[in-house]
């Protein structure tokens, strides 16, 4: 079981950057090919928040959409998916299993093995090199 992390909204704004804040505490969305995650090597995406471990690399696709995409978490209890009928849409959205901090939305059209796309805002990753 994941310990979480309780932060009052002035202590999350003070550890995040403005954009940050705006997408990973208000549920906003980046702009698509803002990140920097097209070519990376071998490695760990953790929360840009409370830095857990969420994706590795290897599970890290190209999905074409202009956000980075996983097929998998690292471990499913790292992160925590609700409903998400926003914007006249009926989405998954993702959020970290420690803060609760948004990361993106989960869809169910990925490659194999595990058939999802975790579609997440690159401003709410930190990658980390092996």
């Given at each position: 079981?994941i310990?979480?992390?309780?932060?009052?909204?002035?202590?999350?704004?003070?550890?995040?950057?403005?954009?940050?804040?705006?997408?990973?505490?208000?549920?906003?969305?980046?702009?698509?090919?803002?990140?920097?995650?097209?070519?990376?090597?071998?490695?760990?995406?953790?929360?840009?928040?409370c830095?857990?471990?969420?994706f590795?690399?290897?599970?890290?696709?190209?999905?074409?959409t202009?956000?980075?995409?996983?097929?998998?978490?690292?471990?499913?209890?790292?992160?925590?998916?609700?409903?998400?009928?926003?914007?006249?849409?009926?989405?998954?959205?993702?959020?970290?299993?420690?803060?609760?901090?948004?990361?993106?939305?989960?869809?169910?059209?990925?490659?194999?093995?595990?058939?999802?796309?975790?579609?997440?805002?690159?401003?709410?990753?930190?990658?980390?090199?092996?």
């Amino acid at each position: 079981m994941i310990q979480k992390i309780i932060k009052t909204e002035e202590e999350w704004k003070k550890i995040l950057t403005p954009e940050q804040y705006n997408v990973m505490r208000g549920e906003g969305t980046e702009l698509p090919f803002s990140h920097p995650y097209d070519n990376v090597g071998a490695g760990i995406f953790h929360c840009a928040a409370c830095d857990l471990p969420l994706f590795l690399s290897k599970a890290k696709f190209e999905s074409h959409t202009g956000w980075p995409s996983f097929f998998m978490p690292i471990n499913p209890e790292n992160v925590e998916e609700k409903e998400d009928n926003s914007h006249g849409m009926r989405r998954t959205a993702v959020a970290c299993a420690r803060c609760g901090s948004h990361l993106g939305h989960v869809f169910n059209d990925g490659p194999s093995p595990t058939g999802r796309r975790y579609c997440m805002n690159g401003i709410a990753l930190k990658f980390k090199p092996k």
